[in-house]
Nanobody, 116 residues
Framework: QVQLVESGGGLVQPGGTLRLACATS????????MGWYRQAPGKQRDLVAT???????NYAGSVKGRFTISRDNAKNTVYLQMNGLKPEDTAIYYC??????????WGQGTQVTVSS
């Protein structure tokens, strides 16, 4: 059974930082493109960032320059470093592992709230 376990969410003031972590297995991390998505109340789930097994990254325009996705193969973990947080970044953040259209997995989500 594939497990993606997110951590690191919380409440932060505008301009603050958070680092999300997604722990998984070695087999997943070595084969799947990993990503972070987010879903705000009443909105669809949107891409935040992805990282391939080769380390290529892709970001949504709204987070480019503020967020950084990375992977630590030794710890079987993917991170999302979030700097310069804004109230509009408030959402549930989900870790995703993608291989094909019929083989992908989601974590349980972690809440990020940006508010003063």
């Amino acid at each position: 059974q594939v497990q993606l376990v997110e951590s690191g969410g919380g409440l932060v003031q505008p301009g603050g930082t958070l680092r999300l972590a997604c722990a998984t297995s070695k087999s997943i991390l070595s084969s799947y493109t990993m990503g972070w998505y987010r879903q705000a109340p009443g909105k669809q789930r949107d891409l935040v960032a992805t990282i391939t097994t080769g380390g290529n990254t892709n970001y949504a325009g709204s987070v480019k320059g503020r967020f950084t996705i990375s992977r630590d193969n030794a710890k079987n973990t993917v991170y999302l470093q979030m700097n310069g947080l804004k109230p509009e970044d408030t959402a549930i953040y989900y870790c995703n592992a993608y291989l094909t259209l019929s083989r992908y997995y989601w974590g349980q989500g972690t809440q990020v709230t940006v508010s003063s």
